[in-house]
């Protein structure tokens, strides 16, 4: 509703900056709300800053709306917080995170309370290995948005390539309380008891993941790991296929 009205406001001025930079970031949402921007994995010793298959045609059309929305800011007159934060987010589209880190910079600095650009900015630091500095803006993005289950997975994720399981698992047992239904964050638990060793959580995560969807790669994969470690190969081997 909110974004008809948007849309309704534009058809009577199209040059209306506010209104293209409020129902962007409303598409924004519909499409994170369908599939993560940047999927962040913490797996094979990287983090995957970029999706791995194309996306499905519902989450590309919100995804092509908000990018139009902040491409249309660009010749308006919006304050330059935005105007910033939208530059910076059409790079990070383009997989540009080097080019992208610098404007979100300067994005942060005049307006330091944009919890999407403290988010942004982590996925660019990941993307050159920065964890340290991810951690750090995902902690300033929760101090503005604490109940932001994205946040809190992404600082896990980061925990866990900062050598700590432990903050690791407070951070995903609250972005599960927050967010139930996404089957990635009990992936991602899964890996943090793993370093742990507590192989039967790992499972039990891993099982739960695979009830909210049997078609996850990712989730047989783990499944295999687990498998593996605890030195049952036959049924690592059944798992690794599933996930091919």
């Known amino acids: 509703e909110s974004e008809r009205s948007f ?18 970031i409303l598409r924004l949402r519909r499409y994170e709300d369908l ?4 999927e962040l994995r913490a797996v094979s010793g990287s983090v995957r800053v970029a999706p791995r298959s194309e996306d499905p045609p519902e989450a590309a059309r919100w995804k ?4 139009e929305d902040f491409d249309a800011m660009t010749s308006l007159e919006v304050p330059e917080s935005d105007q910033l934060f939208a ?16 404007v979100f910079n300067v994005s942060l600095q005049k307006y330091e309370l944009n919890a999407d650009a403290w988010e942004y900015r982590a996925f660019c630091r990941m993307a050159r290995g920065d964890m340290a500095g991810a951690f750090e803006d995902l902690t300033r993005e929760l101090r503005i ?20 399981p432990e903050s690791a ?7 599960i309380r927050l967010d139930p239904a996404r089957p990635g964050i009990y992936v991602q638990r899964s890996i943090a008891y793993r370093h742990l060793r507590l192989f039967e959580k790992a499972m039990e995560d891993i099982d739960h993941a695979l009830r909210l969807d049997v078609r996850s790669c ?6 295999g790991h687990v498998h593996y470690e605890m ?14």
Not at 87 to 102: C, H, I, K, N, T
């Open 169 to 175: 698992l407070a951070d995903y047992r609250e972005a």
């Open 87 to 102: 530059r910076g987010f059409a790079l990070v589209l383009d997989e540009r995170y080097e080019d992208a880190e610098p």
């Open 231 to 244: 030195r049952k190969m036959r049924e690592a081997g059944a798992d690794y296929t599933r996930a091919i």
């Open 64 to 67: 092509l709306g908000a990018k």
């Open 218 to 223: 990712e989730a047989w994969m783990a499944r």
């Open 145 to 164: 948005r604490p109940r932001w289950p994205r946040g809190h997975y992404y600082r896990a994720t980061a925990s866990l390539f900062l050598g700590n």
């Open 35 to 38: 599939r993560d921007i940047l």
């Open 7 to 24: 849309t309704t406001a534009l058809v009577h001025d199209p040059r209306l900056g506010a209104a293209h930079f409020e129902r962007g």
